[in-house]
């Protein structure tokens, strides 16, 4: 089944204590990005990569940081983070070509951060 | 100026009906153009995309696009309580070589049986 996955689907932490969020794909998709979700501010794109080895900053990459090692994976890394990082989390996946650049969504990640 | 716009709602629509969602656009470079459903706590998920000035219709979905009014639409009809949902427009372009899809804030729909 074509799907985009992520884990954890929720988690809790403290301030400061260093977490990764994963998301890996299996469609062969050269696109990747990382969004965040809060009300009244809908979905910002926090990191792209339009494929292995290449990133680039979305709209809010404050705090954040990724890798792009191998194609299906696009891990989201939170040095240290912090209670505004608190959010829903998605990961989405596309093709560079055809099909509008239609992106799939993984199924998210509930971050709290305390 | 946002770059994509909707009315958040919420929009509240007796079942049976047509619903109208509709979103605007500030990029006149913008090239492809998507409508996805969100329900609450989910991810969102594709209902349509739309290239072409004019309409295209899936199923009860009908996008409707017009590029030099910067608009986009979507019609539902025969609205079911299933529809309630959040609905995203997307609007992709090119930026230095990088495709960016922008979404607007979404509007709330709900179908009231």
């Known amino acids: 089944e074509a799907q985009v996955t992520q884990n954890p689907r929720y988690l809790i932490t403290v301030t400061g204590k260093k977490l990764t969020v994963t998301c890996s794909q299996n469609?062969?998709?050269?696109?990747m990005s990382w969004y965040r979700q809060d009300p009244g501010l809908g979905l910002r794109q926090i990191y792209y990569s339009m494929n292995v080895e290449v990133t680039d900053k979305g709209d809010v990459p404050e705090g954040y940081k990724v890798s792009r090692k191998e194609k299906r994976n696009f891990p989201l890394i939170l040095e240290s983070p912090s209670p505004n990082q608190t959010s829903l989390y998605f990961c989405a996946s596309s093709l560079i070509r055809g099909a509008g650049y239609t992106q799939y969504f993984g199924p998210g990640t509930r971050l709290t951060v305390l | 100026q946002k770059e994509v716009e909707q009315n958040s709602g919420p929009l509240s629509v007796p079942e049976g009906a047509i619903a109208s969602l509709n979103c605007t656009y500030s990029?006149?470079?913008?090239?492809?153009f998507f409508w996805y459903r969100q329900y609450s706590g989910k991810s969102p998920e594709l209902i349509m995309f739309?290239?072409?000035?004019g309409d295209k219709e899936d199923g009860r979905f009908t996008a409707q696009l017009n590029k030099a009014s910067q608009y986009v639409s979507l019609l539902i009809r025969d609205s079911q309580p299933s529809d309630s949902a959040t609905y995203l427009c997307a609007v992709n372009g090119e930026i230095q070589g990088a495709q960016k899809l922008v979404f607007g804030q979404g509007t709330r729909l709900t179908i009231n049986p």
């Open positions: 469609m062969n998709h050269e696109y």
């Open positions: 990029d006149r470079g913008s090239q492809s």
């Open positions: 739309i290239y072409s000035n």
